[in-house]
């Protein structure tokens, strides 16, 4: 039996209790993440990508969300777990990284301090050791002149500065596993290379496993090792990036990549898109949740499809095999 | 996979020491309360009305020694038969009235000069610029300690409402709501009726009627709904910002959130509001001892002096003018101060309140 991965997701569903009955972010989801290895979680707004990602720390506090299914950590499972004892896990074996690090640091503490707080919440550094320890990781995570940095004020800096700064507090206590929601998507494009470079080197110097969560393919060529794309809660294909992005096998991830203009060639006088939009989350759709946006749609889609092994990847479409293969890229992307 | 990725370090190391993002190399680090205060002290107006203030406060602080150098009378004694001397000539300090019938007395008028009876007598001889610096001293007594005590509740109520809701929350509101529905100065005068008739003794302090805790404690309490609602507000929002959730995902326990995110960042608002409650107070502090029901005689305060100066209103009208004048201009002062320490701290809230 081959060893557990380091986190193991499970049939996780996240629903919320609302005036207009039970809305359903996430059903059904189940993931594995390597040590060392990059997770890139792609969909579109509202698909409960950044739902997923926020139950893997028990971070949904909204009172009026269910929850259930399976999360481990390290063999440690985290749903259910007491709040006493998450938060020990928190920052400490498992750090997020959030989308905008412009309201991520509280403005009325220097950056330095908010490190220091964040070593010393999970370690029992003196004062001083921990302040070394911030300034090396700010030099860590390629912030120049990091002794003066400590000093400064999170309005002080620029916006890739404070997301180095706030990558710097998600692995200082070295945490097995980093969660980040958009890490990137504030940011402008040279300086998301940058911290893209940073936390590529981070996992492989650490061997930190990394859920990251975008909207963005072209990202997650860059970082990821598997992708996992999800429509309307669910996933609905999954694998090797190579794979998936050589041929997309499911019409929603075909969609998408067809959505990306062609970097050569004419420009198109429309954008191509996905006809359609996404469902409303309210009751459970009895059938694909795709099927009344998808071109392909037939007789069998008034079922669900299963998430079912094909090609090394993982696909939920009943479409045959020969339809799915003749899926291909229409536009090369930046990769 | 990781061939496609520049190089980590390649780009932020090259970066050169003078990164525009840190700003001059010169200019020192400085947090929110540094940056307002270095704000407030460009705005001219809110310094004079700081400079007028502390004058002010200062005057009042010397009010013993303007009574025992100056005026050379107890300003808390009645001086019905005293007579003073007046450019070499002994003055009775209360004469009969010459107008009307006749009935009653006329105090002696100010003298305009720095020595005693200044801004003349009161109805019972009394030094009325020696009152003055003893009532603001309570004057400005009361509403510091008012404003501390409102602020102590209102901050912790509004925190705790924010912090905890659910059951906290609705309790507390709840408890603000009962407090809210009584006009201010219905609460007050009737809370100061009870006060004074019963007194109330909580440890050290003894809330009894001729005890300035009575005045202190009435206009503490009415504010803090008024003031606890838009921290509880400000807490509410605070708490659904990205640096709260971004805490709660690296583990930091809820005590030291409240205690090193939410406190400090809800302080600069709550200061914002300390000039404007203070002011606030002062003039409810006057209303209160205007209707006898804050300071007690014979201690004074400018809405006793005030008091005093009604039935003088034809014959001496400057013995309420004064007190007046002072409650106006210190009022003035605070709303220009208040002013300009929100500005100081909120430079982008263009809206200004007329």
């Given amino acids: ?335 | 996979m990781t061939d496609r990725i520049l190089d980590p370090l390649a780009l932020p190391a090259a970066a050169p020491p003078q990164d525009p993002a840190l700003g001059g190399a010169k200019e020192a680090s400085s947090g929110p309360w540094a940056t307002a205060w270095r704000r407030l002290r460009r705005d001219r107006g809110a310094m004079v009305a700081l400079a007028v203030l502390c004058l002010v406060a200062l005057a009042c602080a010397a009010a013993p020694l303007y009574a025992s150098a100056v005026s050379g009378t107890n300003p808390f004694a009645t001086n019905l038969n005293g007579e003073v001397t007046i450019d070499g000539t002994a003055q009775p300090v209360l004469a009969p009235s010459t107008t009307g019938l006749g009935l009653g007395v006329t105090p002696i008028g100010p003298t305009w000069a720095f020595g005693p009876y200044m801004l003349g007598a009161d109805n019972q001889g009394r030094d009325v610029a020696a009152r003055m610096l003893y009532g603001g001293r309570n004057s400005l007594l009361i509403a510091g300690a008012a404003t501390l005590l409102t602020l102590v509740f209102a901050v912790a109520i509004g925190l705790l409402c924010g912090f905890f809701g659910g059951i906290v929350d609705g309790v507390l509101n709840r408890v603000l709501d009962v407090l809210w529905a009584f006009p201010i100065y219905l609460l007050a005068i009737s809370l100061s009726i009870v006060l004074i008739a019963e007194g109330l003794t909580i440890g050290p302090i003894d809330i009894r009627a001729g005890s300035l805790w009575l005045p202190i404690a009435i206009i503490g309490v009415v504010y803090v709904p008024y003031v606890a609602r838009p921290i509880r507000g400000q807490t509410l929002s605070l708490m659904r910002s990205e640096f709260i959730a971004a805490a709660i995902a690296l583990g930091v326990p809820p005590w030291r959130i409240f205690v090193k995110d939410l406190l400090p960042n809800i302080m600069p608002r709550v200061i914002v509001l300390v000039p404007i409650l203070l002011a606030l107070n002062m003039i409810t502090e006057s209303s209160l001892s205007f209707l006898s029901i804050g300071v007690q005689p014979p201690d004074a305060s400018w809405g006793t002096i005030i008091q005093d100066g009604q039935g003088l209103l034809y014959s001496r009208p400057i013995v309420a003018l004064a007190p007046g004048l002072a409650v106006a201009l210190t009022v003035l002062c605070l709303n220009i101060l208040g002013d300009g320490v929100r500005d100081a701290f909120d430079p982008r809230a263009k809206v200004r309140i007329a």
């Fill in chain 1, 1 to 335: 039996m081959p060893a557990e991965p380091l986190l193991q997701i499970r049939d996780l569903s996240v629903a919320f209790r609302t005036e207009r009955g039970l809305v359903r972010a996430v059903e059904g989801v189940s993931l594995d993440v390597e040590a060392g290895r990059v997770l890139g979680l792609v969909g579109e707004s509202g698909s409960g990508k950044t739902q997923t990602l926020l139950s893997i720390l028990g971070l949904i506090l909204d009172p009026n969300a269910v929850l259930s299914g399976s999360v481990r950590l390290d063999g440690e499972e985290l749903v259910g777990m007491p709040h006493r004892r998450l938060r020990r896990i928190r920052g400490a074996r498992a750090a997020m990284i959030f989308q905008d690090p412009m309201t991520a640091l509280t403005p009325v503490h220097t950056v330095g301090w908010q490190i220091v707080e964040q070593i010393r919440a999970h370690s029992s550094l003196s004062k001083r050791a921990a302040r070394d320890k911030a300034v090396a990781l700010l030099a860590e995570c390629g912030i120049p002149d990091p002794a003066r940095v400590v000093e400064r004020y999170p309005h002080e800096l620029s916006g890739g500065m404070r997301q180095r700064v706030v990558i710097a507090m998600a692995v200082s206590c070295e945490p097995r596993l980093i969660v980040a929601d958009e890490p990137t998507t504030a940011l402008d494009v040279t300086v998301q290379a940058q911290i893209l470079a940073l936390l590529d080197r981070l996992r492989r110097d650490h061997g930190t496993g990394i859920v990251f969560v975008t909207h963005d393919l072209g990202v997650v060529s860059e970082i990821a090792d598997t992708v996992a794309v999800m429509y309307a809660g669910r996933i609905v294909e999954s694998g090797p990036v190579q794979a998936l992005f050589a041929a997309p096998r499911h019409p929603y991830t075909h969609g998408l990549f067809n959505s990306i203009p062609p970097l050569r060639g004419p420009r198109p006088a429309r954008l191509t898109g996905i006809p359609g939009l996404p469902p409303s989350r309210g009751a459970p759709e009895a059938g694909c949740a795709f099927a009344p946006r998808c071109a392909y749609a037939f007789a069998p889609c008034a079922a669900r499809p299963p998430l079912v092994p094909e090609g090394g990847s993982r696909v939920a479409c009943f479409l045959p095999r020969e339809t799915k293969q003749g899926f291909r890229r229409a536009g090369e992307i930046a990769a």
